[in-house]
């Protein structure tokens, strides 16, 4: 059991080994959760995104970052940055989703997986710094309890619309990745929030070849519930005493139930200590998938100690290796 000197008010192992995180189930899915997730995903793919690029503000790392606007579902404009390559054409793409924090800039994502890439990096709707929408709380506790009332008006499903819709303005704005140009297909990154995200979105999706979900959230909801923690599902689990009813929402955005979808090749990278996505939820996401996985076990998440560097370092080389024999062989 992983174990840190902390002034949390709760374990934030949760009393779980790791042959006991190894075993954590996906709950099972309810009977139209594959046709919910198939129609919202038909309707973000007709969708005209109109995207937008802005001028370079930053190049670094082989790649010059640009601002990027672009329409998703319900007509919102999103947010984010575009990376293109500083010479010759994009050889890979990536969208690279984000914790519950937004972004206020490309950061560690950059350097990208692979050299001579493009990436989308979009905030998505509600979050900081481009996602900011009227009417969409910008607070993780506020934002993750947004429209919670129905499966058709939870945010979150529009977040993992705004992940499909990035898809396709990244392949308008670098036509040579587009399927029908024969370009390759997608890689996702996603960590914690946009790790949970990524294991609602693939499954539906096959432009998408690889994907990465690094301490993902929303994974086994009955289980979270009973699970106190410093993040958004603290806010979810003080939702649900007052409003019991949210558990009839909450199985078609659970991301261990997705992931039983998931047969894209994934590398989750999951942690044995970590306050604000218990780890329980974060193996079932990965205990749970359809298809080819691999598994990196990290010490702890959301949670700097002394190993933090090295399990980065680490982290970064898998996921180069990963996406390169994964991507790399397809091409």
């Not at 075993?23 to 109109?50: L, M």
């Not at 972004?103 to 996602?131: F, H, N, T, W």
């Not at 598994?295 to 190993?307: D, N």
């Not at 080389?317 to 990963?322: P, S, T, W």
């Amino acid at each position: 059991m992983a174990s840190f000197e902390h002034d949390f008010p709760f374990d934030p192992a949760y009393g779980y080994e790791l042959q006991d995180l190894l075993r954590v189930p996906a709950p099972a899915a309810p009977d139209d959760f594959d046709a919910f997730w198939r129609e919202r995903h038909q309707e973000a793919r007709k969708v005209a995104t109109e995207p937008e690029l802005g001028p370079v503000e930053e190049e670094r790392d082989g790649v010059r970052i640009h601002g990027v606007t672009f329409t998703s579902v319900g007509g919102v404009r999103i947010g984010g940055w575009v990376a293109l390559p500083v010479e010759g054409a994009a050889e890979y793409g990536f969208v690279i989703g984000h914790g519950y924090g937004g972004r206020e800039q490309p950061g560690p994502d950059v350097p990208l997986p692979l050299p001579r890439a493009a990436a989308i990096l979009p905030c998505v709707r509600g979050m900081k710094s481009r996602g900011l929408h009227p009417g969409v709380p910008d607070v993780s506790a506020a934002h993750v309890l947004h429209g919670i009332e129905s499966r058709d008006t939870y945010v979150i499903g529009d977040c993992v619309a705004d992940l499909w819709c990035a898809a396709s303005a990244l392949h308008e704005l670098v036509p040579e990745l587009a399927p029908e140009r024969g370009g390759p297909a997608l890689g996702y990154l996603g960590e914690s929030f946009g790790g949970g995200l990524g294991a609602l979105a693939l499954p539906w999706d096959d432009r998408f070849g690889a994907g990465q979900l690094t301490v993902p959230t929303f994974g086994n909801h009955p289980l979270r519930l009973t699970l106190q923690c410093i993040g958004s599902g603290e806010s979810v689990r003080a939702h649900h005493r007052d409003h019991p009813e949210v558990t009839e929402v909450l199985p078609y955005f659970d991301a261990a139930t997705a992931a039983t979808r998931l047969e894209t090749p994934t590398l989750v990278a999951a942690a044995l200590f970590d306050p604000s996505v218990p780890p329980p939820g974060q193996f079932a996401v990965h205990n749970a998938l359809a298809g080819e996985h691999e598994l990196l076990v990290l010490s702890a998440g959301h949670f700097e100690h002394e190993g933090t560097a090295a399990e980065v370092a680490e982290l970064r080389a898998a996921r180069q290796r990963f996406f390169g024999e994964r991507l790399g062989r397809a091409r």
